[in-house]
């Protein structure tokens, strides 16, 4: 499989980078290079594996639902790069 | 006086504990050594003085009071990937600008409750995606190593490029560093330095910026096998705020070495040898059979036949799981903003900005193989083959293989801007193809200095092991260690 201008915008899209034209056109041959290298796992025969979910065959370890943490809102904002009062800023995203 | 920045981590730990030395004198050396060598190698991002002399003290004072851990006052650098709390933590990426984690890492605090001194945060491949450490926003780290005759800068391998060159170079008693496809090993192989990634689960993952979950881990760079023992004691835990931390208790690592090798098998994988190897890589990988031979393990042929797919399902697995970590980047939380017309707008020019050239390339490549219609044909397809790849290993231990033997990397280490590799992104990847089967299997591995190439550049083995069975390849890597000798590189800088 390989991709093109179009798919490639799309993803940049899908992934929000903006991508500019010479962009998107280096990253469709570095794309389709790597598709093509990765284009050999096509020929192993995977019947009946199943795909490999977690390395170690361990249950997923839970903890007691209580809380545990909290209480650290400045904590929380002290690295955005815009708020107030601790709330995170961003843009208007309703009219 | 004697260089004390030339002590290992065992023989500044005598030293400290007779009252032979300070904590603060050698906290001081390392400084010093920091500060003039710095500008050339570029392996520090962030040195952090003032903190390192108030940890040095209050070593010595805990040494004085006969309280003393297993790392007191040892000078150590941190890989720019963990949370160190109020310290400079970006990933070596433009996206984290300005980026002071509220907390810190466990691996780190598990080294600081042992007493251990922070120096800085050291260079990397920006989000730990590289092999020469040439992608970080804070520019290109300097191997000390150059070849016999030459003024050549060579890359010191990635993505943990300033952690090797670091402990290399004298810089730090040891570092810590962290590998998801090579990324300690490659860059100890091609610093004549001691580095083990231990198994998927050792080493908790809470508080290290994530490139791809389920093959991260974090493991130290070293002087010499002991160091490395040492280190990965201190670093490895049980760790409730990591769900994918193993429930096992850590074994004294430092205790295996000198351990007899007699009844051990050591499998040799043939797919381990590809097409365009230097001979002298087969050279040495036949002097390390030699040397375990010696030392009385049995070597056995062993085939695992889906070694060659590793790489191909590295590069699927591994961009997945970074597309979706690396979602987080989105100029809200943390770091780099760049204003735009709306919201979405806001994050594509943050992330365009903010992630350099091989981040997005991976990022984009994650996207597309996770998109719709693509998912089983790619990433499905690669978790099966991953599933095949650590059956392969499986039935070699099942056989009575006790450990695996290969080369670290196909090259020694290559110039910077190397236009070949700049060229074509497969190529550097291949870099990684011994060791990234062992992360696609969870299974430890070490690469230990075996000896120099005909350039005079330092040449590493591997040794792969079973789950949890790092003190094999500590006992192991040690016998090579003891024939081959330890390399260190003429001082340039």
Same mark, same amino acid.
């Not at chain 1, 019947?47 to 929380?76: F, H, L």
């Given at each position: 499989m390989s991709v093109d201008l179009a798919t490639v915008k799309r993803v940049a899209r899908l992934a929000r980078i903006a991508v500019s034209e010479e962009e998107a056109q280096r990253m469709m041959g570095e794309l389709n290079g790597i598709l093509g290298f990765v284009e050999q796992l096509s020929e192993?025969?995977?019947?009946?594996?199943?795909?490999?979910?977690?390395?170690?065959?361990?249950?997923?370890? !839970?903890? /007691? =639902?209580? #809380?545990?943490?909290?209480? !650290?809102? /400045? =904590?929380? #904002?002290a690295n955005a790069p815009v708020t107030d009062r601790n709330f995170f800023l961003v843009p208007k995203v309703v009219e | 006086m004697t260089d004390l920045t030339r002590l290992t981590i065992a023989?500044?730990?005598?030293?400290?504990?007779?009252?032979?030395i300070t904590a603060v004198e050698l906290t001081e050396a390392y400084l010093g050594a920091i500060e003039a060598a710095n500008e050339a190698i570029n392996a520090y991002v962030v040195v952090t003085p003032e903190k390192a002399r108030e940890m040095a003290k209050a070593s010595d004072a805990r040494i004085a009071a006969g309280k003393a851990g297993a790392l007191e006052g040892i000078p150590l650098g941190i890989k720019d990937l963990f949370a160190t709390e109020g310290v400079h933590t970006q990933a070596c990426s433009h996206i984290l600008d300005g980026f002071k984690p509220r907390y810190e890492s466990t691996?780190?605090?598990?080294?600081?409750?042992?007493?251990?001194?922070?120096?800085?945060?050291?260079?990397?491949?920006?989000?730990?995606?590289?092999?020469?450490?040439?992608?970080?926003?804070?520019?290109?780290?300097?191997?000390?190593?150059?070849?016999?005759?030459?003024?050549?800068?060579?890359?010191p391998g990635g993505s943990s490029g300033g952690s090797a060159a670091a402990v290399a170079a004298f810089l730090c008693a040891g570092a810590t560093a962290t590998d998801t496809g090579g990324s300690i090993r490659q860059p100890a192989a091609f610093t004549g330095t001691v580095g083990i990634k231990p198994t998927y689960g050792r080493c908790s993952r809470w508080g290290t910026v994530a490139f791809a979950s389920s093959l991260d881990q974090a493991g130290p760079i070293a002087r010499d096998v002991r160091d490395a023992a040492i280190l990965l004691k201190s670093m490895a835990s049980v760790d409730a705020k990591d769900t994918t931390s193993v429930d096992l208790p850590v074994p004294d690592y430092e205790a295996s070495l000198g351990q007899s090798l007699k009844g051990m098998r050591i499998g040799i994988p043939k797919e381990y040898r590809v097409d365009g190897m230097p001979e002298e890589i087969e050279t040495l990988w036949q002097q390390g059979i030699a040397w375990l031979r010696d030392a009385g393990a049995e070597i056995v042929d062993i085939s695992l036949p889906h070694t060659k797919y590793a790489l191909p399902a590295y590069y699927i697995v591994a961009p997945a799981e970074a597309s979706s970590n690396l979602a987080r980047y989105d100029g809200v939380r943390y770091g780099l903003r760049v204003d735009g017309k709306d919201i979405a707008d806001m994050y594509e020019k943050t992330r365009?900005?903010?992630?350099?050239?091989?981040?997005?390339?991976?990022?984009?490549?994650?996207?597309?193989?996770?998109?719709?219609?693509?998912?089983?044909?790619?990433?499905?397809?690669?978790?099966?083959?991953?599933?095949?790849?650590?059956?392969?290993?499986?039935?070699?231990?099942?056989?009575?293989?006790?450990?695996?033997?290969?080369?670290?990397?196909?090259?020694?280490?290559?110039?910077?801007a190397d236009e070949d590799l700049a060229s074509d992104p497969v190529k550097m990847y291949l870099n990684d193809i011994f060791t990234v089967t062992v992360n696609m299997a969870g299974l430890p591995g070490i690469a230990v200095p075996a000896g120099l190439d005909h350039k005079g550049l330092p040449l590493g083995l591997q040794l792969i092991g079973k789950p949890f069975?790092?003190?094999?390849?500590?006992?192991t890597a040690h016998v090579i260690e003891q024939a081959a000798g330890r390399f260190t590189p003429a001082k340039w800088w």
């Open positions: 192993v025969d995977v019947a009946g594996v199943e795909p490999m979910t977690s390395v170690t065959p361990m249950a997923m370890k !839970k903890r /007691e =639902d209580v #809380v545990s943490d909290g209480n !650290k809102a /400045e =904590d929380i #904002v | 023989e500044a730990r005598t030293k400290l504990a007779a009252k032979e691996v780190t605090q598990n080294l600081w409750n042992d007493g251990a001194v922070m120096l800085g945060k050291l260079n990397m491949d920006e989000f730990a995606m590289g092999s020469s450490n040439e992608t970080s926003y804070y520019g290109v780290v300097k191997n000390p190593w150059r070849a016999n005759g030459s003024n050549l800068d060579l890359v365009a900005a903010g992630f350099g050239t091989e981040v997005k390339r991976r990022i984009m490549i994650g996207t597309y193989v996770l998109s719709a219609g693509y998912y089983d044909a790619y990433y499905l397809q690669a978790q099966k083959v991953r599933t095949l790849i650590k059956r392969d290993f499986e039935l070699a231990f099942h056989a009575g293989v006790d450990a695996i033997l290969t080369p670290a990397t196909p090259s020694s280490a290559f110039g910077i069975e790092e003190e094999t390849l500590f006992k």
